[in-house]
């Protein structure tokens, strides 16, 4: 029983998570008035792997993996 609480908060702290890091990113709309005009190839375009944005993208895939695990498994307990 101490073990499924535990889980659950877990589970919960997962959600908040996944919420505010997904707050946290930029919209994908806002590279699009720079994509439309040609000018895509920017200083900031070159280091995109190293962003704040990417880093969250990447915190939001591994935040939301452990959720679909960790949900799977309380559904099995």
């Known amino acids: 029983m101490f073990i499924k ?3 659950v ?9 996944i919420v505010a890091i997904v707050i946290l990113q930029s919209g ?11 000018s895509t190839e920017t200083f900031l375009s070159k280091n995109k ?4 944005d ?6 939001t895939k591994w935040f939301a993996g452990a959720f679909v ?9």
Do not use: E, Y
Request: net charge positive; with cysteine.
């Open 9 to 17: 908060v877990i589970h919960l702290i997962l959600c908040l998570a």
């Open 54 to 59: 990417a880093r969250l993208a990447r915190a």
């Open 5 to 7: 609480t535990a889980l």
């Open 69 to 77: 695990i960790l949900t799977i498994v309380l559904n099995l307990i």
């Open 49 to 52: 792997s190293k962003t704040l």
């Open 28 to 38: 994908k709309a806002s590279g699009l008035t720079g994509a439309l005009s040609g």
